[in-house]
């Protein structure tokens, strides 16, 4: 049975930094592309980061770009999301994703998903 595992989030003030982690369990973790998604409330899920199975490639949503970083480690079947310069809009809960597919953005094209992690960015 696979599983993912978020932990790491929390409150934090705008400015601030969290790192999340995910650990994974159930599939080939070196086999999957990783991805973080987030949703705030009452807005659609949407692309934060992913990295691919050797963790060369890596992909940002614009509105991250420069402030958080996704690694990942494949000894310890975990994927990390770094996030510095947190902003209130940032706020929402963090899912950890995998695939298998070739892509990296696409919500749907994920095959397995965590319970996700509350991030919270005070003003």
């Known amino acids: 049975q696979v599983q993912l595992v978020e932990s790491g989030g929390g409150l934090v003030q705008a400015g601030g930094s969290l790192r999340l982690s995910c650990a994974a369990s159930g599939l080939a973790f070196s086999g999957y592309t990783m991805g973080w998604f987030r949703q705030a409330p009452g807005k659609e899920r949407e692309f934060v980061a992913a990295i691919v199975r050797s963790g060369g490639t890596t992909d940002y949503a614009d509105s991250v770009k420069g402030r958080f970083t996704i690694s990942r480690d494949n000894a310890k079947n975990t994927v990390y999301l770094q996030m510095n310069s947190l902003k209130p809009d940032d706020t929402a809960v963090y899912y950890c994703?995998?695939?298998?597919?070739?892509?990296?953005?696409?919500?749907?094209?994920?095959?397995?998903w965590g319970q996700g992690t509350q991030v919270t960015v005070s003003s």
């Open positions: 994703a995998a695939t298998s597919k070739v892509t990296m953005r696409t919500v749907t094209r994920y095959d397995y």
